[in-house]
Every structure is written in C-alpha cells, then in structure tokens.
C-alpha cells in the first residue's frame, strides 16, 4: 500500500496523452497540493478529465509529477475497466486528487486479516515469556548502587532510584553552573534546552547497554572532574526554569507585535447579502501606547451570521463594490467598505474581504492579519505596494490566431497577499499559488466590462471577447461609437477571488502607433473605479476599431512584461513599468532615422564615383572614400598657413597632394590651381548630390504606407487575412486590408490557397501518424508567432527510422510547393516534405526554420512531413504551420481549419497626381523590387503608371525571359530579382529626348525615345497587383523617388 493519505489534496493536470501526470497548482483555495502533504513517495490518485475517469497508485516526485506506476480501474465513455487497464489519454485540462480507491480498500483488509495472525502468534509468545521470573541475584542487583552488571543487565525503578541518592551525596560534581545558561570561567557554554535533552539521551543510551554498569556517575555533566559536589539536579533545573521565564519576559517586550488572529476566523457565504465567521480567538495588542510593556487583550468569539447589508458594509447599490471584514475588541464583527485603513487595523483582527455587486455577495476571501507575523510597519508597507508589483507570473496573453477572436488567457504564477494562503498552508501564509486560466487554445471565461460613470462605478453584462465598437469618452459613463480609423486603450484587472473586469478606454488616438506611443500618459489620465484599487491591473489592451484578430491592429501589453504579447514579439518597450513617458516616441523616431540613413546609403560603386570625382587633391581611401568641400577647405586653410611661415619649404607633400618620397621643391602657386581646380569640382559634386536628395516623391513603404515627401496616399485592398513575417523574424497574423510590411519592404502577393487542413493541428484525425510508435503532443514552448503552442513528433518505441504525419489533400500530377516552420532534437536531421521522396528531402538544426520544396509535381495525394531518424526512441521534430500551395513557390503562410483557405489578391495603387510629371516632361524615377519566384501562367508586372503603359516595367516568363523599361528591352534572367532587392530606374531628359535605364545604380542601356502620351497619370500600381492590371504578382517594393528634373548618369549612380 501507499504510505499515507492527505485529506483534500487535488491539482490541476496539464498532461496530455497517456504520460506522466504534471501537476500544475490546486483548483481553488479550499484544497492542497500534493508535496504538501507527502514526499518523494508511492501515492494513490484519482483523475477525472471531463466524463473520463482513472484511479491507481502512482510514484510521486514529492513536487510536482506522478508517474502512473498502476491503473487500477478507468470509465471511458461509460466504460468500467479494472483489469490493468491501459491510462486514459488526458485533454490538458484534467484534475487529480488524492483519493483511497476500492482496490486499496481491499489491499488494507488483506493487511488487517494477515497482521491479525501476527498478533496472535506474538500474544502467545508474550504468555510463555511472562512465566519467566528474574532470579534472586538478578533482584539483589537491582538493589545495588553499581547494578546492573554485565551478568545482570538489567535497569530498574530501583537502579534508578539508586543514582537519584547518588545526585545527593557529597562527591558529585553536580554543580549548577555546569548546566546554567550563564557558564563560568571554568564552565564551557551549554544550551539549557541541550543539556536537557543530551542528559535524557544519555541516560536512555546507558540504559539501553546490557553490559554497562548504571552508575549514577554516568548521568553528570562534567565527566572530566575529578572532585564531586553535593548539588541538587533538581535545583539546577529550577534555576534554569527561573532564568527562562526571565529571558522569556525580556524578549516578549520587544517583539513587532501586532493585533492579530491566533485560530478559526474563516469566513464563508450565507446567502447574498450576510456571511458565516467560524468562531476564533486572537489578540488585540496596543503597540503604540508604551511600546515597552504592550497591553493585550485576548479576545474570542463564537460562530455568527453577519449580514453586511443591514450592517452598512454594502454601500455600492448598483455597481462593484469589496468590503473588509474584522472582529472589534468586544468579539463583534465590524466592517470597512473599500478596506480598514492603517489605525484602524491596530486596534481590531482583520479577518478579510468580501466582494459583492449589485448589493449581491459575489466573493469571500479569507485573508486574516496573523498574530506574531509581522509588525504593523511591515503590513503598512506591503498595503503601500499595488497588487501588480506584487505578483510572479501570470502574465496576460492572446489567444491563438486561429480562434480568430479577440479573446484571453492567463498564465499561472504567484500573488504575495498577507494571510492569503492561510486556508491552504499555514507555514506558507502569505504567498498564494494562481493556476493558470485558460489556455492559447482555450479562452479564460467570461469577463465585466465596467464604467467609472462619473465617480460610480457601472458593471456591464459579462463578455468573451475584447470589445472594439466602443468607449467610455472621458468616464462620462455612457459608451460612444469609436470613430472610423481610431484606436482605443483598454484595461483588463483580476481580482483576488478570480474575476476580471475591463475598464473601458476614456478617449481615442488616431492611429495604432499614436495609441501604443501614449500608453504611459492614458494611463495616468484614465479615471479608475475605486474597486480596482483592490484588484490587479493585468495589463494595456490596445486595440483599433473593428480589428478582428490579435496582431499589428490589436496587441495586449502586460504588466510587469517587456514586449507586447499581442502579436508575438510586438514592442520591445515595457509599457507599463518603464518611467519615460517618450519611449515609444523614441522608438519610432529611431527607426525613422535608421530607415532614412538606410535609404540615404552609398554603394560601394557610389564610392568610386566620389573618389574619382575628387581628382586626387586629397584623394580619400578606406571604405569611407568620400572628398567634400570641407575637406578641400581644410587643405586651403593648411596649404595657407604653411606658405605664411618663412621657415618652411613649401613641397607638394606639406599640402598633401599625392605624396612621394623623391618630389622636391614645388611651384607653390601651381599648387593652389590644381587645389582651386579639385574644390570647384568637389562644389559640382555637392551640388550633384543635392539634387538626387530633393525627390518630387518619396515613398519608403518600410514599416507603412505614408509618403514621406509627396501627396496624396496609397490604397491598398486584400479581402482575406494574411500572415507575414516581421523585421524581427516572427510570424504575424493581420485581417483583411492591412498591409504586411517585412525586412525587404512592403510584401504584395496574388491569390493563395493552402490545401493543406488543420495545417497547425497535427493531433487531429485529419493527420495519420505513420512510423513505429509515434507520439503527436502539445508541449511547452514558444512558436515561430511567439505563441506558447508547439507540436512535437516524437518517435517513441517503433522500429522504423521514418517517423511523422501526413495527410491527403494533394492533387497528383500539379506542381505544388511546400513549407513548414521546423526544428529536431539533433543537428542535421533529414526530413522529408511534401511526398516520400528524396528529392523532397530538407536538413533540420534545433533552431526554428521554415523549410521549402519548391516547383515540385507529387505523384500521389499524400502531404508527408516525415523525420528520417536513426532508430533512437527518444527523436523528435517540433512543427509549426505547415502549407501546401499550388505555385511553383513558396508564399506567405495561410491558416486553415476543416477547409483549405485562400488568401485574395492585394492591390496597391499610390496617388500620381503631385507626385509625378507627364510623359513628356523630364522625370527620374528609381524603385527597389524582389519577386518569390516566376510565375510561369500570369505576366509579372513590377510596377506601372497606369495611364501610360510605356512606362511599365514588365518580367516575362518563359524560356527567354526579359525586362522592358519605357519602350525599350534588355535581357535579365529572372532568376536575378527572385529573393533579391533590385533596384530599377531611368532618367527622361525631354529637351534631348533620351532616356537612360539603370540597374543597381549602374546604367544598362540608354537612347532616344518618344513617349506616346502627355496626360498625367491616375495613379501608380506597386508590383502591378493594381486596379488596372489585374495579375498575380509576388514580391517585396520599397523606396520608391520620383524626381521631376533629368537626373544625369553621375546623379543615378550616386543612387
């Protein structure tokens, strides 16, 4: 049998499968954990998990896991097994308690029946020895001082008797001091409590030895004195009593003292408005008054109703309202609505909290200030401290995208509250473990909005999702329409009996960046119910009007986390815990200057250029190869100051002009014509540049659609979700119309479908487990999306090296391209996707990567994702978001459920009109373009001016692929553009009527053309997925200049 049994011991079971059970916290505060009450020990247990059940003996780690070593019986389904059964595969959600099941009821009657014999076996022999009487010299013994011996070993009353005379009698070196908490000079320091308990020990071993002589002797202190004094033990220990109580009385006085509970005091609901106080005692200690001798008062009280209505202790009538609960020191029960303040708490026993709304109790915390805790200094700190600085853990976060909701969840952790682990564990009183609500999967339940209304507090009907229609303008206490295009703020708190609330945003921003910029400064202008000073503030919940999934539109920033955990990574700034009100506005602004230098940047041919330009005056080297007029000015002021001084030779090494061991003396004013010469032409160059910096148009499309020189705006159209992945390399989601901007630029794609179902669900019935043993489970981890939710395959226990999923959705004999986020417990694992083919083989690292087979024609339906192993059982791979698209590559990831889903074409169209000349007038215009790959069905177009078709660029596919700039062709392999940012341009000068066309800043072909129209343009199509050319292209476009001047070939260069 198990070794014990603990009453009301039940945790949560985040286990699923048929594994070990790991225990995640008790359910609620009226139950205990299991390694509170047993050790690393053998333990019976009982799961229930929904209408499955399990009972069986398991071996507990002493904290947090039990291995199922014995399933006694199951009810699966209705279905009662106990004959060894296999475990019930558990959902996550389970719980397990310490329970005494029928097979070890019949375990413990067999050991009563088997130890029944062994008892009466024992009696008997118990009878026989009882007939055996000691003999006369054994008596004699027991009489004598030095008895027993070695013949007679035994110890009696009378032995004992014999060495108390022994204490008595004159040599015996019995003296006080050698037992006293006071030693002298001669005396070595001796614990009171340890001389005690070592003279017990020693007379109990010297007892227990059949061959020792029991002199009294033995039993003294000193064994090294040769000399015996008469001394009293028994006075000694008096003495020593005496000295206690003394001690005691002079340590008592200058404890931090404080009223408290000693024991009972628990509170409970007795119907909605009145509660039971078990009956208790404590005390009431005046700690102020004379801090030397503090009065007390022991108070006591018996069980009573308290009905906190009739007694004023529900002030709020429509609304929230928590009131404190404490006994007087009468013994009557006393409340403060919105809790006791420091002065009162001196003078009564907090016994806790009650939580009611609408004058109907809701809550009843039993949270009791503890007698000889802590010192009211203490508690008047720690109520100084919001609830939210005093957590671990339980961090807010976003359900998983594919729940497409707005909806919750929270991680597990602790709460620091004094005495609100009174109930569960009395050595562990003030720190109270949380389970956590909810899962990624599964939302927290439902949650009350509420409104300040003014100063009184509204609670609203309970919701689900995180509403996005609506505000509380200013606290007036009505809700208003959010307006087309804002953003809002709202907060969600916790609290101590577990319920959230959401208190409404109180004004608008105009957009998600402006709100996320502000979170510092709404917070501390928002007006909060006065109920949420006793709850915790979870976190900033910053969503835009109607946003529909959590991601770039709705983000959740908790407290005490460093990133927003709304779209995965989000900001990196804390926003609620960081004291600088600017950071975010320091953020954005730092960005900004590094996308603007990243722009401004030169190329390594722009370099040449410059130091070509500069003639050799000062010719400058390195990587930074760029003469200037400043440069050239210093050289004069150096250059003039060396002719000034009469004592130097004036050679064309002093002025640094191209140095050389063997130049002699140099004609000076020679010297200043080439200097002359090389500063006019480094001013040409200033001005060159000058130019190239001053675009008619600028549109960077790096983190949004903003021109940041130009008008107008850009329209951008997607009718579906969409997923991309961000500067930071984490997987987002977005809704319909929102753009998707990555390390390359703006992505714009055609239409999409990924046939692959359940593509992030690899445990449901659509994925066939093929392998040996193959184990498919939800472990603990972050995701590509920065979500905790990541699926391991594991090869448990078969034969096969070829372990994984697959399902059949393909369609044999199309070319498909395949991806999936993947990553293995070892260092170059093959694993093959797509089919069971070599030729769709990849290598896996331990790092999350997302694979690709690409243009590939499966010969079967099957969509395989296989792990070639090496036999070792405890291989696996981890997989995220898996995709099988009919293209010949791969684009960006599309989730689906039950049926494959499709993504809608975008288009984007930038304003013409300010932005651009007519076709006749000179123009320049330069772009930077990547495409996923050819698409061999559709004409990829990059980018057009929609009312003039000459100046389109186009890529062709085909055998002979080629680009055509303004009326005008070149070859250029495909191949080049695919994952690679290009930059395009040209150059129209109208007065010669000749363009030139460039490539990475280098010209590729120029010549005269005649433009076909003098009309200006309606708009521009970006990657040409526009409203006039109506194709399927795949890509990346950024920095996007439109000059209305004829940049010459040096200026383009210098782009």
């Known amino acids: 049998m198990a070794n014990k049994l603990k009453d009301w011991s039940q945790e949560g079971c985040s286990t699923t499968g048929q594994g070990d059970l790991v225990l995640t916290g008790v359910v609620s505060i009226n139950q205990t954990r299991f390694r509170d009450g047993f050790g690393s020990e053998e333990v019976y247990y009982s799961i229930s998990d929904g209408a499955n059940r399990e009972v069986g003996m398991g071996s507990f780690n002493g904290s947090d896991r039990i291995v199922r070593t014995t399933v006694h019986a199951t009810l699966v389904n209705g279905t009662y097994t106990d004959g060894s059964p296999s475990p019930i595969i558990l959902s996550g959600t389970a719980v397990v308690s310490g329970t005494f099941n029928a097979h070890a009821y019949d375990a413990l009657l067999a050991s009563i029946s088997s130890n029944a014999a062994r008892i009466t076996t024992n009696e008997n022999n118990i009878s026989v020895q009882a007939g055996l009487a000691p003999t006369q010299a054994q008596k004699d013994a027991m009489d004598q001082a030095n008895a027993p011996s070695a013949t007679n070993p035994f110890a009696t009353q009378a032995g004992l008797t014999v060495a108390t005379d022994h204490i008595s009698k004159t040599p015996g070196a019995h003296l006080a001091s050698a037992i006293s908490s006071v030693p002298t000079a001669t005396m070595a320091p001796m614990d009171v409590q340890g001389s005690l308990e070592d003279l017990d020990s020693r007379i109990n071993d010297h007892l227990d030895d059949p061959v020792a002589a029991h002199e009294a002797s033995d039993i003294r202190y000193d064994d090294a004195a040769s000399a015996l004094n008469v001394v009293d033990v028994q006075a000694a220990i008096d003495e020593l009593s005496a000295a206690a109580v003394i001690l005691d009385a002079d340590v008592s006085f200058r404890e931090s003292a404080i009223s408290g509970l000693e024991q009972g005091g628990g509170l409970s609901g007795n119907g909605a408005t009145a509660i039971t106080v078990e009956a208790g005692n404590g005390e009431i200690i005046d700690s102020y008054s004379d801090p030397e001798d503090q009065a007390t008062i022991d108070v006591s009280w018996i069980q009573q109703t308290y009905d906190l209505l009739a007694n004023a202790g529900m002030p709020v009538v429509t609304g929230l309202g928590i009131t404190d609960i404490g006994i007087d020191v009468n013994g009557l029960v006393v409340n403060a609505p919105n809790g006791f303040s420091s002065a009162q708490r001196r003078d009564l026993i907090k016994l806790g909290s009650v939580q009611y709304q609408d004058q109907v109790i809701t809550g009843v915390l039993t949270a009791p200030v503890v007698s000889n805790q802590v010192g009211n200094t203490l508690l008047d700190l720690i109520d100084y401290i919001e609830l939210g600085s005093r957590i671990k853990g339980m961090v807010l976060r976003p359900t998983d995208v594919s729940l497409a909701e707005l909806s919750m969840w929270r991680d597990s952790g602790s709460i620091f509250i004094v005495g609100g682990n009174y109930a569960v564990a009395k050595n562990d009183q003030n720190v109270r473990a949380i389970v956590a609500a909810g899962t990624a999967l599964v939302p927290f339940a439902d949650f009350y909005p509420i409104l300040y209304n003014n100063g009184t507090t509204q609670l609203l009907a309970a919701v689900s999702v995180v509403p996005t229609g609506q505000f509380e303008q200013d606290g007036a206490g009505s809700l208003d329409n959010i307006a087309n295009g804002k953003t809002v703020i709202h907060y969600l708190f916790e609290s101590m009996t577990g319920d959230r609330f959401m208190v409404y945003a109180q004004q608008e921003y105009d957009d998600h960046a402006t709100a996320v910029t502000n979170l510092f400064a709404d917070r501390a202008s928002t007006l909060f119910p006065v109920e949420t000073d006793k709850m915790i503030l979870m976190g900033q919940i910053v969503v835009d009007k109607n946003a529909s999934v959590w991601g770039v539109t709705a983000e959740i920033f908790p407290l005490d986390s460093a990133t927003s955990s709304g779209s995965g990574a989000g900001s990196a700034t804390n926003a609620i815990n960081i004291n600088y009100s600017d950071t975010y506005a320091l953020g954005s602004n ?38 200037t007029v400043d440069d050239v000015g210093v050289n004069t002021d150096i250059l003039v100051a060396h002719i000034d001084g009469s004592n130097y030779r004036h050679n064309a090494t002093a002025i640094g002009f191209t140095p050389a061991g063997g130049i002699s003396a140099t004609d000076v004013d020679g010297a200043l014509l080439e200097l002359d010469a090389e500063k006019a032409a480094a001013s040409d160059l200033e001005g060159a540049i000058g130019r190239t910096t001053r675009p008619l148009a600028h549109l960077p499309l790096s983190s949004n659609l903003a021109f940041a020189q130009g008008n107008g705006h850009v329209d951008f159209e997607r009718l579906s979700d969409a997923s991309y992945v961000d500067r930071y390399g984490v997987l987002q989601f977005v809704g319909w119309d929102e753009p998707r901007f990555e ?37 603990p981890g972050t995701n590509p999306a920065g979500l905790d939710n990541v699926i391991q395959i594991k090869n448990d226990g078969g034969s096969s090296s070829t372990f994984g999923v697959h399902s059949a959705v393909l369609n044999a004999g199309v ?66 978001y898996s995709q099988a698209e009919e293209h010949p590559f791969v684009t960006s990831f599309m989730f689906s459920k039950t049926t494959a889903v499709e993504r809608a074409p975008e288009r984007c169209k930038a304003t013409a009109p300010g932005n651009c000349t007519s076709a006749v007038a000179s123009n320049s215009i330069t772009v930077e373009i990547d495409i996923l790959g050819v698409d061999p069905v559709n004409t990829q177009r990059l980018f057009n001016m929609s009312d003039d078709s000459d100046r389109s660029i186009d890529i062709i596919a085909g055998a002979d692929p080629t680009m055509t700039y303004v009326a005008a062709s070149i070859m250029m392999p495909v191949a080049e553009l695919i994952h690679n940012m290009t930059k395009f341009g040209w150059s129209y000068d109208a007065e010669l009527g000749e363009v030139g066309k460039f490539r990475d800043s280098s010209l590729v072909t120029g010549g005269p053309v005649t433009p076909t129209a003098a009309t200006l343009p309606g708009g521009m199509d970006l990657l040409n997925n526009g409203w006039v050319f109506d194709t399927n292209t795949f890509g990346h476009i950024r920095n996007l200049k439109i000059w209305d001047i004829a940049l010459t070939g040096a200026e383009m260069e210098l782009l």
């Not at 996308?595 to 010719?619: I, M, R, V």
């Not at 692959?756 to 669900?761: E, K, P």
């Open 590 to 627: 730092v960005q900004s200057a590094i996308d603007s230098l990243a722009a401004l940047k030169l190329s390594t041919n722009q370099h040449a250029s410059l130091a070509a330009a500069s003639g050799g005056a000062n010719p400058p080297t390195g990587a930074n190869a760029i003469a």
């Open 815 to 880: 070319v498909t391209s395949f991806s999936a986020w993947v990553r293995s417990s070892r260092e170059g694992m093959v694993f093959r996707m797509g089919q069971d083919s070599g030729a769709a083989d990849v290598t896996l690292t331990t790092e999350w990567v997302r694979h690709k087979i690409e243009n590939y024609t499966p010969g079967n339906t099957l969509f395989t994702l296989f792990g070639l192993g090496e036999g070792d059982t405890e291989e696996y791979f981890e997989i995220a």
């Open 743 to 779: 390390e390359q630029g703006l992505l714009v794609e055609g239409y999409g479908k990924n046939l692959a179902l359940q593509s992030n669900n690899f445990n449901n019935a659509q994925w066939i487990k093929h392998g040996g043993v193959v184990n498919v489970t939800s472990i």
